[in-house]
């Protein structure tokens, strides 16, 4: 189409809000144009396919490295594009750095995380920039997990932890959830919209978002009373290696805490008698 019928159908589309992917190409089409119409930025972002990863035209990285209004699911399909195109682009990459770490840090603290967020999230403590502050937030964060449920008409799961007394009640969105596993002793129960409970019958697929293994150490130093780091750390073990000498002040620390099943804390009391006779 000519510029004129482009701007036309940009118009009407972003009027529309049409920004699923298959309208994507319209807006890039827009981009490699020069159209100059409102929101063309946005939903180019809104409609970037989030299976795919592609290189962000320059406009937009200008653009979007001054511009405040866009939300946190905007910004980390920004910044998750940014990522994937440092090799080929790591001037822009250096660029957008001190903003997407100050961006990650705000999407922590207020608990967030999806598919993007946990990229931008990797990509920070990649870089070994654990700091005390984060300790916290990333408690829950660094254990996320997602589901994607294949049966119809499931709204909500429940996470059963063995070693833990609370459940965790999840909604299930669009046939996804992100939820905390701590260990590999679970059960996971679905409901339906009429209430109706399953188990294994319903078909699901778990993605694991972070990697617990390689950071929960340096946050337990920082944050020794976050009960997510010491029920990995004791639970992640081999059952002929409980405990090592170390374990002493984070284990008298973890039997106190009263989210613990009393069975679980039964055993743990048993174990560590057993290895420090």
């Not at 409102?38 to 972002?45: D, I, K, M, R, V």
């Not at 694991?208 to 950071?215: N, S, T, V, W, Y």
């Not at 639970?235 to 374990?247: G, L």
């Amino acid at each position: 189409p000519d510029d004129e019928m482009l701007t036309a159908v940009l118009g009407y589309l972003i009027r529309s809000q049409c920004f699923g992917a298959k309208y994507h190409h319209w807006y890039e089409l827009g981009i490699e144009r020069e159209i100059r119409i409102t929101s063309l930025y946005e939903a180019y972002l809104l409609s970037l396919d989030g299976r795919k990863l592609e290189r962000v035209p320059k406009m937009l990285q200008l653009y979007f490295q001054y511009d405040s209004g866009l939300s946190w699911q905007q910004k980390a399909v920004l910044f998750v594009n940014i990522i994937a195109a440092k090799k080929v682009q790591p001037e822009v990459y250096q660029k957008y750095l001190p903003i997407m770490e100050r961006f990650a840090m705000e999407q922590m603290e207020a608990g967030h995380i999806d598919d993007n967020l946990a990229i931008i999230y990797s990509d920070l403590l990649n870089k070994g920039m654990i700091q005390k502050e984060m300790a916290g937030p990333l408690a829950k964060i660094l254990f996320t997990h997602k589901m994607n449920c294949f049966a119809p008409n499931i709204v909500r799961m429940y996470v059963l932890h063995d070693q833990l007394r609370k459940v965790q009640c999840v909604p299930i969105v669009n046939g996804s959830a992100y939820f905390e596993l701590y260990s590999k002793d679970y059960v996971i129960v679905f409901e339906d919209t009429k209430g109706y409970r399953y188990g294994s019958e319903i078909s699901y697929q778990l993605e694991k978002l972070m990697r617990p293994g390689a950071f929960y150490r340096t946050c337990m130093e920082y944050a020794p009373y976050e009960i997510s780091y010491l029920l990995y750390h004791f639970t992640s073990r081999d059952t002929h290696r409980a405990f090592v000498p170390e374990d002493s002040e984070y284990l008298r620390i973890f039997l106190k805490e009263e989210a613990l099943r009393e069975s679980y804390r039964a055993e743990l009391y048993a174990k560590a008698v057993h290895f420090y006779e």
